[in-house]
């Protein structure tokens, strides 16, 4: 039962820029749309969050639509390092934030 | 810090015993979560917490047991072990601040035989 849908997997050239789809059509008014990827077993780590409003950081931008029902994981200048499962949930900000369910997340593969 | 801790890392276990999977943080958060992760799968949520003596059940929970005595301590209790629960399981934490960063631990790896 997970709020989100992805693409199972994505290529990209490395330097290229990488945008990671993530659909969230029944988002609710005080949930954040979270980003984390997964590198071989790892647990995963976290990207970037956002409400409403783009958001940039050292690692990626999120663009989040109007209607807030998807947005775009942006890696500007794709790597080899890159490569890994990438996850978009959503969860509220404050209260019962109960349960966090990943679903099956997006595999990006970057290619020399 | 230490953030989140598990252990053991690696345990074989045979069909039909039990065992424990231990879970510790110690920034003071609020909820806490466990996960599995079956091979070339994602996450699934097994159970999770909201606060000390606060349990609540996610995705996949049968075969698993979880306590919450302590803020600090949520332990996984797998009764009677099948290979169905041969798995990588994952411990998070998060706090109440909404810096979005989910703490993981560094996985535990069970294979039931």
């Known amino acids: 039962d997970a709020k989100t849908t992805q693409p199972p997997s994505m290529d990209c050239a490395e330097g290229r820029a990488a945008n990671l789809p993530c659909n969230h059509s029944?988002?609710?008014?005080?949930?954040?749309v979270y980003w984390y990827r997964q590198i071989h077993s790892q647990g995963p780590q976290y990207i970037i969050h956002?409400?409403?409003n783009n958001e940039t950081n050292e690692m990626a931008s999120l663009i989040i639509t109007e209607d807030r029902k998807s947005s775009t994981l942006i890696l500007p200048h794709a790597t080899l390092r890159d490569t890994a499962v990438y996850y978009c949930?959503?969860?509220?900000?404050?209260?019962?934030?109960?349960?966090?369910?990943f679903g099956q997340g997006t595999t990006l593969q970057v290619k020399p | 810090n230490a953030g989140v801790t598990q252990t053991p890392k690696f345990r074989i276990l045979k069909i039909g015993q039990s065992m424990t999977l231990q879970c510790t943080q110690d920034?003071?958060?609020?909820?806490m979560y466990w996960y599995r992760q079956d091979p070339g799968m994602g996450l699934k949520l097994i159970y999770y917490?909201?606060?000390?003596?606060?349990?609540d059940k996610g995705e996949v929970p049968n075969g698993y047991n979880v306590s919450r005595s302590t803020t600090e301590d949520f332990p996984l209790r797998l009764e009677l072990a099948a290979p169905s629960q041969t798995s990588v399981y994952f411990c998070?934490?998060?706090?109440?601040?909404?810096?979005?960063?989910?703490?993981f631990g560094e996985g535990s790896r069970l294979t039931v035989l």
């Open positions: 920034m003071n958060h609020n909820y």
């Open positions: 029944t988002i609710s008014g005080n949930e954040y």
């Open positions: 917490s909201v606060g000390a003596g606060i349990t």
């Open positions: 956002g409400l409403k």
């Open positions: 998070a934490s998060i706090g109440l601040a909404n810096t979005g960063e989910l703490f």
């Open positions: 949930i959503v969860r509220a900000s404050s209260g019962n934030t109960g349960k966090l369910i």
